[in-house]
Nanobody, 124 residues
Framework: QVQLVEYGGGLVQPGGSLRLSCAAS????????MGWFRQAPGKEREFVAA????????GYAASVNGRFTISRDNAKNTVYLQMNSLKLEDTAVYYC?????????????????WGQGTQVTVSS
C-alpha cells in the first residue's frame, strides 16, 4: 500500500512558476513508477509526465514538454513537478499516481495509487 499526498498548488499569473510535490508513504517508494496527471473542469484526466524508479524521465505530454520537469528524491519519498512558463490552459487539479511495475504509464487507468490532488490556477 502506498499513500500519496500532493502539495504546492496555488494561484499564479501566466508566465509564472510553481513546484508541486507528492509525498509517498511506505518503504518501497523507490520501486514505483510515478506519474503526474491533471484534470480541468469538464475534461478527462490527462497525462502530464512520468518518471522511472531511478529518476529517469519516461516522457511528457506534448502540451507541457519543455516547460515542466519531473524529478524524484527516493531518500525523501517525494516526486516533484517543476512547472515553468505557466499558461491559462494549465489550470487544473494535478494528481500524482504510482505503480510498482513498468507499463502503460501514460494511461491513468494503469496506475494503482492516487493522491487527492492539488489545485493549480493560472490567472491574471
Amino acid at each position: 500500500q502506498v499513500q500519496l499526498v500532493e502539495y504546492g498548488g496555488g494561484l499564479v499569473q501566466p508566465g509564472g512558476s510553481l513546484r508541486l510535490s507528492c509525498a509517498a508513504s511506505g518503504r518501497t517508494f523507490s520501486s514505483y513508477v510515478m506519474g503526474w496527471f491533471r484534470q480541468a473542469p469538464g475534461k478527462e484526466r490527462e497525462f502530464v509526465a512520468a518518471i522511472n524508479w531511478s529518476g529517469g524521465s519516461l516522457g511528457y505530454a506534448a502540451s507541457v514538454n519543455g516547460r515542466f520537469t519531473i524529478s524524484r528524491d527516493n531518500a525523501k519519498n517525494t516526486v516533484y513537478l517543476q512547472m515553468n512558463s505557466l499558461k491559462l490552459e494549465d489550470t487544473a487539479v494535478y494528481y500524482c499516481a504510482a505503480k510498482n511495475e513498468f507499463g502503460h504509464y501514460r494511461d491513468y487507468s494503469w496506475y494503482a495509487y492516487w493522491g487527492q490532488g492539488t489545485q493549480v490556477t493560472v490567472s491574471s
